[in-house]
């Protein structure tokens, strides 16, 4: 079951099924991601560019986003 996080700017899609737990998001960005916290992504802790440009480097794409305004057309 996908989950989804958002900052009113962005929403990122956690796809748990497609995580390899690679430690990319952590390593690059640990204020935001936390995976042993809950919730383990920290929406608020960067700019919602820093968390667009980690995402985009997961190599399992179980980390996706979406500019808000694309989810309410």
């Known amino acids: ?7 009113g700017e962005i929403v ?3 796809k748990p ?3 390899t737990h690679s430690g990319n998001c952590a390593r690059g960005l640990p204020e935001v991601f936390q995976p ?3 919730p383990w992504i920290k929406i ?3 700019t919602t ?3 667009c440009a ?12 979406r500019h ?5 057309d």
């Open 44 to 46: 608020y802790e960067a």
């Open 68 to 72: 808000l305004a694309d989810s309410e």
């Open 17 to 19: 099924d497609l995580c």
């Open 54 to 65: 980690q995402v985009e480097k997961c190599p399992s794409g179980a980390l996706s986003w």
């Open 12 to 14: 990122v899609v956690w």
């Open 1 to 7: 079951m996908e989950k989804e996080y958002s900052n």
């Open 36 to 38: 042993k916290s809950r």
């Open 49 to 51: 560019e820093e968390i």
